[in-house]
């Protein structure tokens, strides 16, 4: 997620803060929403500013079995073409299958970002699961963040009918930083985030708020991009990137055990050693029109993708 704008993007929170760090204290705990909407099979018309064609899924009937759902979700006419194009490079389909995501799960998407995941879990999880996003409030003084979240809100709010049972945690990290009841979630799942939970001093504290919500046997899903071996952990994270053991560490900490990880996210081409960090590579292609082929040729970035359990 790009430590700027995607970064920002992915938060809501009582008292808005800056990406680079402290927050003040929120005054009450913040509180957590859910939209009200038509019924699935209803036709709406978009809000100003989201970016789904803000309709149903399908109109044919979801899959019951996990996998196949998935793959409804996927092909849903509510996701944009821009994101379609990300699928060869994000793997959603194997990424989920992978943290073992099903339909009756209550999952958890930590700084879901522009909704990019929040596409693909929320109708797999509408009818029968449920999907918990968190986020900074689209509100405060820091333009860039509050036209972020207010997109995020706008995204939800255009398309009902997939979305309408998304509950929205305001938090304010590091001081609230409640991610639901103790103990109420299947599975807690984060997509380039750590880099940036590193960079503003939370990461452990994050960590030990997914633990906490988790069940016994739960799921932590991680996706981060994957810094070299051996790299300096604190200034690899100000490229975008983490070293595998770091996030490893940073999970055992707080009390999680490694049950298996994925290369299904790899991508040898990347040499991570770019002028702008990560955000070098596609999507984001910050140098603009210098070397675009020679990025786009490596494509998005190589990331780890482990699967932690709490015991």
Not at 290 to 301: F, Q
């Amino acid at each position: 997620m790009h430590m700027r704008s995607l970064g920002c993007l992915a938060i809501l929170c009582t008292t808005v803060l800056a990406c680079s760090g402290s927050a003040p204290a929120a005054s009450e705990p913040p509180k957590t929403t859910t939209a009200v909407a038509p019924a699935a099979n209803t036709t709406v018309t978009p809000a100003p500013g989201s970016e789904g064609p803000g309709t149903i899924v399908s109109s044919t009937p979801a899959p019951a079995d996990p996998e196949g759902r998935i793959r409804w979700a996927l092909a849903g006419q509510h996701r944009t073409e821009k994101e379609r194009a990300r699928d060869r490079y994000r793997h959603p389909q194997e990424t989920l299958a992978f943290f073992g995501i099903k339909p009756e799960m209550k999952v958890v998407e930590l700084w879901p970002g522009g909704g990019w995941y929040t596409a693909v879990l929320a109708p797999v999880l509408r009818d029968r699961g449920k999907l918990t996003v968190t986020n900074f409030a689209p509100v405060g003084p820091n333009g860039e963040q509050r036209e972020n979240a207010q997109k995020f809100a706008a995204k939800l709010r255009g398309a009902p009918g997939i979305y309408d049972q998304v509950d929205v945690k305001i938090i304010n990290p590091p001081s609230y930083l409640s991610l639901g009841p103790d103990g109420s979630a299947d599975v807690v799942v984060t997509f380039r985030n750590i880099h940036n939970w590193m960079g503003d001093g939370f990461a452990d504290k994050v960590f030990a708020a997914a633990f906490q919500v988790l069940k016994r046997g739960g799921v932590l899903g991680v996706e981060e991009h994957r810094a070299a071996p051996g790299t300096d952990a604190k200034k690899s994270a100000d490229t975008g990137y983490v070293p595998e053991e770091t996030v490893i560490q940073l999970a055992k900490a707080a009390g999680f055990v490694l049950d298996a990880k994925s290369e299904i996210n790899a991508n040898p081409k990347d040499t991570k050693d770019y002028p702008k960090g990560v955000w070098t590579l596609p999507p984001t292609l910050e140098l603009g029109a210098t070397d675009r082929e020679k990025y786009l040729a490596i494509g998005e970035s190589d990331r780890m993708t482990l699967r932690f359990k709490k015991p």
